[in-house]
């Protein structure tokens, strides 16, 4: 995201790949139109639980639920969006073994898991269609020669990732014509495989996460100048370049001279404990090929007390490496007062100032809620004023020492 990007470079790598892979998907991610016949293309199939299943309450024993395909969403050519429940040749289709097919890099891993899911290894979090299709899609990317396009369009992939896959719940039903369900991604920040769900077509998903990631990429590349990446803080202190990208824990602050930052952004894990690297196995299957590391991950499910000392040492660490009346900031998200103490609390214990609170401009965060609510004029504080601290925000703090 901070190397400049030639936008038509990207965009052409992007319909190069969707040329390349439009005659598979169109002839086997499809369905039949249930009005006059035509093959259409399937915006999603919806799998649900067998009755006589629904009644297993114990995950551990529930490994081999089956769900049956219940309904086929698509979109005709000639009569525009359908939904409707499968034929013969929808459920033959949908359970052929895709896997035979699939490239030898897509080898099957057991996921490290610390809570408890129905999924045991990598490829139950996707349905053996997707997982097929979604190499497809990745043996295109990896075919680009310009490495820049090509780290930027496996950021995409990765970003489609989970609509792809068997995380996604639907509800009720949807506004749009071409959404016939509502459907939710992460409901619990576990690999929560539904009860029912949609398994979405992953060329749509595709393309919706590169019309995201490009919106991105144009904004970003007006606010960056031409970045120069070094491999160490030596060589990026004489100038050599700009940027060092280190990929590892805090720890490695302790490798930088002190009093030498000008600046600190940092978005620290929420005391709500969400299960960071354990959810990352989604991405680094495709991308890295690499087992999460879960020894330097600082989280709060164990103990609170534990995870302030942490951070504590963290902010700590940062003011050490920070010049003098320099600022760090702390983008934070918190669902209740108390993890707001604690994250005002951290910083203020390793010897910071908090001078400034600004909420997310994000549209869907609620920390837009307040914003909203402020331009309104002054909310009805009887019923509003838990919600404007709820949601995304940024802490600015100060490194100078109290006067009084
Ligand atoms: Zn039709």
Redesign the pocket.
Known sequence: MISYVDLRDFEDAFKNILENVKKIFKENYSTK?K????K?EVIHFRWERQEKDIKIKRLKDAGEINRNLVSITYK?E??GY?SDKPEKYDIDVSTQPYLNNSPKYLINKKLQLKHSSEAKDYFDLFTPRNLFFLSVIYDEINKISVSKIKDLMRLVFSSCLTQSSKLIMYTEKGIRPEVSERSKSWIATRFHIQRNYLEKNPLINFKNSFETVFKAKKESNNLIEDCIFVDTFEDLFKGKGNVLIINDSVDYINDIPPESIDYVITDPPFVKDVNYIELSQLWLFWLFNKDPDFEKEIRCKESMDNYKKQMINVFEKIKKVLKKDKYLTVTYRADEPKMWDTMIQCPTEAGFYLTKIVPHAIGHSIGARYRQLMAKGTPDMAEEKHKLILGYFYLTFNKKEQLT
């Open positions: 139109c009005k006059c016949g035509a259409s005709c000639n009569c359908g």
